[in-house]
């Protein structure tokens, strides 16, 4: 029985521990005679569970503190519950994680999902150099209002009339001599009439705007040629 202390230090806490233990060693081992007719399993079980309806002056208390078969039940009930407790807390714990963990992670994935979602549109946008004149190196053909917007763009490119079939790589560049690339594709040219088309996709988010230069060079040949280009 607990000591009846409102605050009981560590040291009373052992030496009731103990009394507890000495005890419960002494009426297994046979060493005390109990009074009366062992209870029954419903009874021990509300003694194990420390039920409310138990009263100790129920003679019947007396007998299973005192039994060595009683005690020995008693104590098996005690470590189902209190396995059971463990299992359950271990359960809630695990299962709180889990919540705390998969909440988490949608919260990530919708804050990215809502900041991509503004860039995440392809924008297609037709580059016409049909009609432009082209220039190998530092020089730059005149293309006129022609503009691509600061996101992911597929760009369907007119190749200058006369332009040769073949494997080309489009280039945003900073400079005209093709430095500081922002953005490149590459595709093969596409028929279409008596005009090449190279289909690719530039990702442009993220790009300041302002002047830059575009430029296509052919595979095969190593040609490459400018045209000034406004990103907006």
Known sequence: MRLNLSRASRAEDRIEKWMTLHHQE???????????????????????????????????????????????RLLEIRQVIYSRRRRLVATVSVVTCLTF????????RYRAWERLLPSSAVAVQTVDLWNVGTYRGAQ?????????????????????????PGRYLVTVARSQNGEGVVAEGQSLTEAAGNQERVRVDLDLRGVKAGSYFLSTTREQDQASYYYPLEIR
Do not use: Y
């Open 26 to 72: 002494r009426v297994l081992a046979g060493e005390m005679t109990p009074k009366g007719r062992c209870p029954d399993e419903l009874f021990l079980n509300n003694l194990a569970r420390k039920s409310k309806r138990i009263v100790l002056s129920d003679p019947r208390v007396d007998h299973a503190a005192t039994c060595s078969s009683c005690m020995k």
């Open 101 to 108: 963990a998969a909440l988490f992670i949608v919260a990530l």
């Open 140 to 164: 730059a053909g005149a293309l006129g209002s022609v503009s691509l917007p600061a996101a992911k763009v597929r760009a369907i490119v007119i190749l200058p009339a006369f332009s040769t």
